[in-house]
Nanobody, 117 residues
């Protein structure tokens, strides 16, 4: 099991911004280069959904966050950062870091993001 360290999130008013970070400490650079890493979220009563993922070659976003969220990779720090702008109440959810390595999926414990109207 890969240890994922999450930080960020919290409470913000509609239209505000928050940042989520997720790192995989202890990962060697060559391994991280092959990883796909990003964030999913799960709102109360809903299924978990992909928010944004980043690999060495590309990034992928849910349609609902395109133009508002930006994911970036820091290879030296072995982490991804999700910058969330123009937040909406419907973005309220628990956000889970996700790492895909050698075909196996690993999850973080989750960070709560609450957007008030």
């Amino acid at each position: 099991q890969v240890r994922l360290v999450e930080s960020g999130g919290g409470l913000v008013k509609e239209g505000g911004s928050l940042r989520l970070s997720c790192g995989a400490p202890g990962t060697i650079t060559s391994t991280f280069r092959g990883d796909t890493m990003g964030w999913y979220r799960q709102a109360p009563g809903k299924q978990r959904e992909m928010v944004a993922m980043a690999s060495r070659e590309s990034t992928d976003y849910a349609d609902s966050v395109k133009g508002r969220f930006t994911i970036s990779r820091d290879v030296n720090k072995k982490m991804v950062i999700l910058q969330m702008n123009s937040l909406r109440p419907e973005d309220t959810a628990v956000y889970y870091c996700n790492l895909v390595r050698y075909g196996q999926t690993h999850w973080g414990e989750g960070r709560l993001v609450t957007v008030s109207s």
